[in-house]
């Protein structure tokens, strides 16, 4: 087990378009979380699922982000018609009902010209 | 209101010495957890230690331990002999009701740098 995986580790897209994350979690870890951390901030709550299920929603994420996790394993982020703003790094954490700390991953840098 | 707040947005400590980061939270949950992360350049966030509310004495982890004051709801880091290898930023965050899935708070940060 190699820990939380996340894919791709950079991405510069242009304004306007869509992009799509992904995350693989540490096996049988059921509980997974995304989270976007902006320069010189700690990370922002995004969401959260239970297997399959997505549990927590933030206010942050607007009609333009959709999160899935089907099958309960690997986790996907989309962002569509991509905003300057949305630049920032995007993390995935992912722990089981036995561990109160979550690991997380390396993170994808995404940046929006 | 903000559940964490670190107010060192920068700390310098010379190697070998001890140093402390604050960290004060907010709740009116009787049940959650404490964590410290470090992130160093690479981005990556490393566990460092959790103390639980319940949890009666101060946690440790080797070089690491966590000064819980609950009736002053803070949550210092204490970073003893410290290593070049302890740049980084660090963060402290929160979990309310332990033993559900509930969301992480992580506060703004603190910069560490270890001066040989």
């Known amino acids: 087990d190699t820990g939380v995986s996340q894919d791709p580790r950079h991405k510069i897209t242009k304004r306007g378009q869509n992009v799509t994350f992904r995350c693989d979690p540490i096996s049988e870890h059921n509980r997974l979380y995304w989270y976007r951390q902006t320069l010189g901030q700690g990370p922002e709550f995004l969401t959260y699922f239970q297997n399959e299920a997505q549990l927590e929603k933030s206010r942050l994420l607007s009609d333009r982000f959709s999160a899935e996790r089907p099958k309960g394993s690997f986790s996907t982020l989309e962002i569509q018609r991509t905003e300057q703003g949305d630049s920032a790094m995007y993390l995935c954490?992912?722990?089981?009902?036995?561990?109160?700390?979550?690991?997380f991953g390396q993170g994808t840098r995404l940046t929006v010209v | 209101a903000q559940k964490i707040t670190q107010t060192q947005p920068g700390m310098f400590v010379q190697e070998k010495e001890a140093v402390t980061l604050d960290c004060t939270y907010d709740?009116?949950?009787?049940?959650?957890?404490l964590f410290w992360y470090k992130q160093p350049s690479s981005g990556e966030m490393i566990f460092l230690i959790y103390q639980g509310s319940y949890d009666q004495q101060n946690a440790t982890e080797g070089r690491y331990s966590l000064n819980f004051q609950k009736a002053r709801k803070s949550a210092n880091l204490v970073i003893s002999a410290s290593q070049l290898g302890d740049s980084a930023m660090y963060f402290c965050?929160?979990?309310?009701?332990?033993?559900?899935?509930?969301?992480?708070?992580f506060g703004t940060g603190t910069s560490l740098t270890v001066i040989p």
């Open positions: 965050a929160m979990r309310e009701g332990v033993g559900t899935g509930n969301q992480f708070y």
């Open positions: 954490a992912s722990r089981d009902s036995q561990n109160t700390e979550a690991f």
């Open positions: 709740t009116s949950d009787p049940s959650y957890g």
